[in-house]
C-alpha cells in the first residue's frame, strides 16, 4: 500500500492517514479563518488509530445503538474530529469541510450532538464531555443488563487534554467512574503540556498516574502518540482492565509547526508560510482540501472490514431478541417513551396534605414500576428530595441492573452524566436542592443544547426551606433556569401538578427541570393534573367584573388561594392562575394566553423568587416576590419577613384594587 | 484543673472542653428543633484542640489583620462552631446560642461572615469553603510580600468533610495550592465515612494520601480524634511543611449517639433520650445550656495567654511600619479603597475603535499601577479576556508579591479563591468568558453573601463570538448575574463607559461582574465615563415629540446608534439610552428613572442575550434581544440571522411607530 503523496515512505500507513487528516483540519481553519489547529497537529495519530484499529462502528448506520463511542471532550479540536469522520467514510463531504466554522454549517466550531453524522456529543465547555463519557459507560451497563451482551456491549472513548483534567467536574467524574468500576471506559489524555494561557506548568503540576490511580483507575502511558504500536498496546490493555483506563499519551501541540510546543499554536489559524512548510514536511501537496484518496479508502476499509462480522452478529442478536425486549430497545434507540402515562397511581394522605417533593417520590416510583429506561439518583440528597427508586439496587459494576446511582456530592458531574445517560436513550433523573442547580448549570446547559430528555429534580426550592438560611434559599435559580434556552420548568403547585408535570416532562422527551416544595401543602380541589399541559390555568374564576389576577407557582399557590378567600369575602372578584409552567403557557396560542391573563395592570404574581421571572406579566409594583438574600428562622418566622402571609398579600392587592 | 461537672477524670481537659461543647452543641439545635448534630458530636475535638493549642487570634479583636483563619468548610457544622467560639471567649452569650436558626439571630444556620465575631468566611454549599481558604492562603503570602513576615504572618486552618472532598471545586483548588506551594495552608479533614444519604464507600472509595500527595501536599493521618497528643503532633508538622498539608483525622460521626456511625445522626435533631444518654456518657448535667465555667474559663485562658505576646510583638511591628505602609495596611484593614479613581489613563486607539475587553485590559493595568491591592487572574483565558497585570511575577510560592494568578482552566475554584483574597481586604479579579460564569456561579453567589469587593470580568459577552458557536455564546448568563441579590453587573458600551464601570465597582466596594464585548466598537462622542454612576442615561435625546426610546447595552449600543442614525434620517424622533447597569439604575430617585425612561410602551431593548433582563421596561414585543441558543459563523452572519442588523432595528422599529 503507498499513498500517491507520500514522500516519506518509512513511516507507517496511520501515520500516512493522520498526516492526511492533519492537513485537511489545518486547511479548515485557514478556510475558516478561525479554529484550534494546535490539536489538530499535535493529537491525530490518536484520533486516526482509534478509529482505524478499535472503534466499533457502522458506517452506515452512525447511531448504530451498539457502536462504541467517541467523546471529543476537547471539543476545540472539531476540525480534528470532522476531518478524521472524512478521512473514515462517515457521510461528510470535502464541500462540507469547506464550510467549517460557517453559518449553517454541518461542522461547526465545537461538535454538535445531533448536526454531524459521528459526532456523539456536544462539546466545548471543558471537562464536560468527560464526565458525560462516564454516563454513556453506565448506560452501556445497565443496557447490557437490560438485553444481555451479545446486543450492547461497547467502549466508550474519549479523548480529553489538559484543560478537561484541570476542571473539577473532570474529578468528580472520574471519581465516581472509579468507584462504580466502569472497565470500558476508555480515556486518551492528549497530554501536551501547554494551554492557552502558557505552558501548563505555570497552573498545573499534579502526578497524573497517581491522581487517578488513587482514584481506582488503570493508567498507561504511550510516550509519542506517532508510536502506532505503543498505543494500539495501550488501548488492547485497556479493554482488559477490570477498571476505567486513562492512557497518557505524550503529544506535542501543533507539532510541525514553527510555533509547536507553544500557547501560539493553540486557538489562531496558522501563517500561510507555516501552512507551506508543514505540508512539505508531513509529504501533503500544497493545495487545500486536497487529500489522498487511498489514504482514505485505506483507512474506511480498515474500518469496515474490521467491523463487518460485528455488525452482522449484532443484526442477528437483535433478531433473535423476544417481542418485548426488541420493542423496549427500539425505544431506546428512538428515545420513545416505552409506557403509557395515563394510568399514574398516586394515593393521596388522609388529610388531603403532602409536599410536592414528597409527591414526586412516590410518582416517580409507580412510573420507574413500568418503566425500566428510567434510571438516575441524587447529589447525597436523595433522602431529602425523596428521588430514589425503591426495590432496585445501587448501581455499580457489581450491580449493573441497579437503577439508583448514588452520585455523591458531585452536582455538576451528575448534570453531565445524566447527559450521557440520555444519549444512551435512557431517561435519566438527577437531583438536588434547587439553591445547588448553580453547581449544575454547565450540564444543564448541555442537555438543554444537546435537546436530551433528563429529568432534572430541584427540591427545597424557596426561603420556604427556612432553618438552613441563606447559602440553601434559591432565589435567582428560578430565572436562570427559565431563562436557559430549551429548558421546561415546571413547578407545581401541589400532587395534582406534580402528576400533570410528570406527563408533560416524560411525554415531550425534552429536557426539565422539576422545582419542588419542601413542606407540605394542601391538595387543592381546583388544581388539575391535565392542565398541566397548557402550563397555566385558572384555577379561582372571577364571578364579576375582574378586580384582579392572582398568578402563583409551587407552595405559594396554597398562599394566594388562601389570600384569595380572604378577597372574596370582602367582595373583590378574583381570578388565581396555576402556573406551574411558564414555558409552556408561552407555547400556547395567544388566544388562550390572553384569556388566562390578559390584563396586565390587573395581575399580581406570588411567587417566592427572583422578580425577574415575570415582568413579562406584571408590572414592579404587583410582585410579591423576593429580590435579596433569604434569612435563617422557621419557615414562618422568614415567609413573613419578606411579605409572604395571606394577610399581607391581601391586603396590598386590596389597596391596588382601590 | 477539675471540672465540677466531670465524672470521668481520666480523659484530658481538652477533651473535657470538646465535651461540653459538645452538649452546648446539641443543646441549639435540639432547641432550634434543626440542624446538624452528627458533626458537633464527631469533631468536637478537632475544633476545640485547635482552638485550645494552635489558632492565632485576638479574642478582644476578633478581626485582627494577623490572626490565624479558620474556615468552617463543612458549614453545616454551624452549632459546633458558634459553641466552641462561645466556650472560648468570642462575643456571644448563651442567650445568643438559644437564638440559633431562628430568625435575626447573630447564630443563623450556616456561618454567615460579618454576622458572628470569629466567623471568618460564609460557608454552606460544600466545598466552597475549602477553595476560600486557598485565597485566603493566597492572600496571607501576598499582604506578607508588601508589609513584611511580622506584620504579616498567618496560617489559614480549614475543617472540612468527606462531602467538601467530593465537590470538583475542592480538588479545583487543592491542586492549585499544591502548585503553588501554599504551605502555610492546613486542612483538617474530619473523615468520618458517612454521608447525609448513605455510608461514605457507596459514594466514594479515594486513597485520600494518594490523591493529595498527587496535588503535591504533604498528607498525615490521626487515628482518633480524641488523641490530643497526636492530633497536635500533626498540626505541629503541617505548620512547618514545605507544602499544604491535609490532616485526615478519623472520627464518628455523632459520636456517643446511639445513631453514632450512620447517616441517622446526619442532619436532624436528636431525640430527648439521645440527648440525655449522651450527656450521661460525656458526665455533664442534663440541663440545658449549662456548662462548666471552669472549662469556659480554663479554654478561654488558654487562649489568652498562649496569644498575649503575639498580639503585643505585633503591636510594635505595626508601629514600626513606615507611614505609607501604615496607611496602606488600614486601607487593607478597613476594606478602602487606597488611590483617587478620578485619574484612569486611557488613550484611545488612532482609529477611534477599541473593544471593551481591551479597553478594560489597558485600565485594569493602568489602576494597577496606582493600587497594590488589587491581585487577579483569569481561568486560562488572560490572554483573551484581557486581564493581566503587566511587568509583575505571576504569584507562587517562590514569588509572594506577583500580582497575576494562573488559576488554569478551574473557574469555580477561581471565584472562590477570589473571595478569599477579599477576606484578606484586597481587591481581586477573575476573568473568564461570560458563556463560563455558569461554572463560577456558586463562587459568585458566595461573594454576594459575603459583600466581598470581588470582580469578576466576563469577556466573550454574545452571540458575536461567532465561529465558537453555541456553547460558547452566552445568552441566559446575563439574567442569571442580574437576578443575584448583592451583584453589580456593569456591560459598557465602548471605552467611556468602562471607565465609568472601573470607577464605580471599585469604589463601592461591592461584588461585581463587569461583562466585556470581544470585537471593536466605536468610542461614541455621546458616551460618558461620569453617567455610569446613574446606571443608565441619555446618549441621543429626542428633538421633538418622542417616537421611540431605544435602550441597549455593550457592543449594541453602537449598533442601537446606527439604528437611531437611520431613524433620524426618516425624521423620527428618537431617544437613545445607554444602560451599563440595571442594579445601578434602578438604586437611582424615581424621578431620574422616569426622566430616561417612563415610557414603557416606547421603549425598545437591544441587547444580545435574554430577554428575562428586559421585562421591567419593555413589552415582549419590542425586544431585540435572544432566546435561543446562538450559532456558529462569522460574527456578521450570526449577528444578521438574529436580527442584530441596524436595518432590521430601524425597520421594526419604524413599523411600530407607524
Redesign the interface.
Known sequence: MVFDNKNNEDISLINKIANNIRGLGIDMIDN?N??HPGIVLGAANIITNLYANHLKVDLNNSNWINRDRFIMSA?HGSALLYATLFMAGYNLSLEDLKTF?????IV???P?YGLTSGVDA??????EGLATSVGVAIGESYLRSLFSDKVIDYYTYVLCG??DL???????AC??A??LGLNKLIVLYDSNGV????KLD??????????F????WNYLLVNDSEDELALNNAINKAKESSKPTIIEVKTTIGKYSVNEGT?KVHGAPLSKEDITSIKEKLGLRDIPFTVSLDAKDYFNNLIVERNKEKITSWEEAYNSLNEENKTLLEKVINNKLPMDMGNVVYEAPEDGMDATRSVSGKVLNNIALENKLIIGG?A?????TKSKINNTL?FDSENIGGRNI????????MAAISNGLALCGLTPFASTFL??S??L??GI??S??MDLPVLYIFSHDSISV???????EP??QL??L?????LDVYRPGDANEVIGAYRNILMNRKPAALILGRNKVRIEDSTNAKEVEKGAYIVKKEFDKLDAIIVATGEELELALDAYDLLIEKGYSIRVVSMPSIEVFERQDKNYQEEILGSRDKTFIVEAS???????YAN?DHMFTI???G????RK??LN?FGFTKENIAQEIEKFIK
Chains 1, 2 share one sequence.
Open positions: 475558516a478561525s479554529g471539543g466554522r460557517k453559518l449553517d454549517s461547526p466550531g465545537h454538535e456536544t462539546t466545548g465547555p471543558l471537562g489538559d484543560g484541570m476542571e473539577g467536574i473532570s474529578y468528580e471519581s465516581l472509579g468507584k494551554t492557552l494561557d502558557n505555570k497552573s498545573f503540576n499534579e502526578n497524573i498516574e497517581a491522581r490511580t488513587s482514584m481506582n500557547p441524587s447525597d440528597t436523595a433522602s431529602s445501587d448514588n452520585f455523591g456530592i458531585r452536582e455538576n458531574a439553591a445547588f448553580d453547581f448549570k454547565p446547559r448541555l438543554c443544547l427556612g432553618e438552613d438560611g441563606p447559602t440553601h432565589i435567582e430565572v436562570s427559565r431563562a436557559t434556552p430549551n427572583s422578580s425577574y421571572s415575570w415582568y413579562k414592579q429580590d435579596t438574600f434569612a435563617s428562622g422557621s418566622d422568614v419577613k
